[in-house]
């Protein structure tokens, strides 16, 4: 069975950064594309940055220059290293990979705080 465990979320003051990761486990040949996506309460679920095998990036425009998405292929995980957080990234972060014969996966979300 494949799935993706995320880890790295917590409670940071404005300014700071945290780093997430995404890791896929089971029996996986590739995976053709992760992303991390979040929702803050009362908010529809809405991209953060995806990422293709080849290492091609793509960013919300709420987060250029800020959060940086990267993978390690051989290991199956997605980081997405977040810094100058603003209390507005505050949300559930979610992990996606796109699997082939799995499909569409998602993680089961860590929270993430940004104090004022």
Same mark, same amino acid.
């Given at each position: !069975?494949?799935? @993706?465990?995320?880890? &790295? &979320?917590?409670?940071v !003051?404005? &300014?700071?950064?945290?780093?997430?990761?995404?890791?896929?486990?089971?029996? =996986?040949?590739?995976?053709?594309?992760? &992303?991390?996506?979040?929702?803050?309460?009362?908010?529809?679920?809405?991209? #953060?940055? $995806? =990422? =293709?095998?080849?290492? #091609?990036?793509?960013?919300?425009?709420?987060?250029?220059?800020?959060?940086?998405?990267?993978?390690?292929?051989?290991?199956?995980?997605?980081?997405?290293?977040?810094?100058?957080?603003?209390?507005?990234?505050?949300?559930?972060?979610y992990?996606?990979? @796109?699997?082939?014969?799995?499909?569409?996966l998602?993680?089961?979300? $860590? !929270?993430? $705080?940004?104090?004022?």
């Amino acid at each position: !069975q494949v799935q @993706l465990v995320e880890s &790295g &979320g917590g409670l940071v !003051q404005a &300014g700071g950064s945290l780093r997430l990761s995404c890791a896929a486990s089971g029996s =996986i040949f590739s995976i053709p594309r992760m &992303g991390w996506y979040r929702q803050a309460p009362g908010k529809q679920r809405e991209l #953060v940055a $995806t =990422i =293709i095998s080849g290492g #091609v990036t793509n960013y919300a425009d709420s987060v250029k220059g800020r959060f940086t998405i990267s993978r390690d292929n051989a290991k199956n995980t997605a980081y997405l290293q977040m810094n100058s957080l603003k209390p507005e990234d505050t949300a559930v972060y979610y992990c996606n990979a @796109l699997i082939p014969t799995v499909g569409s996966l998602w993680g089961q979300g $860590t !929270q993430v $705080t940004v104090s004022s």
